[in-house]
């Protein structure tokens, strides 16, 4: 079992910069492949990040290409997503997720993770 706790959330203006955290415990966090996804409302859950357990493969959503980067610190069970010039569109809920295998054909799928966290609101008001 694997639990995950992000943090980092709030709101923010157009062009600013916001970091997200995400927590995990339970499992050797190291053995697994991380990934943020979003949901704004109305909306199905999108596809942001994800890394695999060595950080050596790394895969974004256009959307968030260039401006988002996803990290992760093992020694600190903590994957990070660092968000630059963010849009008003970049608003929406933010979810940590974990699978144990990096799936390469659909690590873009919300199918591709097992565990999930409770999310964390991001708001970027124009």
């Known amino acids: 079992q694997v639990q995950l706790v992000e943090s980092g959330g709030g709101l923010v203006q157009a062009g600013d910069s916001l970091r997200l955290s995400c927590g995990a415990s339970?499992?050797?966090?190291?053995?697994?492949?991380m990934a943020w996804f979003r949901q704004a409302p109305g909306k199905e859950r999108e596809f942001v990040a994800a890394i695999n357990w060595s950080g050596g493969r790394i895969n974004y959503g256009d959307s968030v290409k260039g401006r988002f980067t996803i990290t992760r610190g093992n020694a600190k069970n903590t994957v990070y997503l660092q968000m630059n010039s963010l849009k008003p569109e970049d608003t929406a809920v933010y979810y940590c997720?974990?699978?144990?295998?990096?799936?390469?054909?659909?690590?873009?799928?919300?199918?591709?993770?097992?565990?999930w966290g409770q999310g964390t609101q991001v708001t970027v008001s124009s």
């Open positions: 339970g499992r050797t966090f190291s053995d697994y492949a």
């Open positions: 997720a974990a699978d144990r295998t990096y799936y390469s054909g659909s690590y873009f799928q919300v199918s591709a993770y097992y565990y």
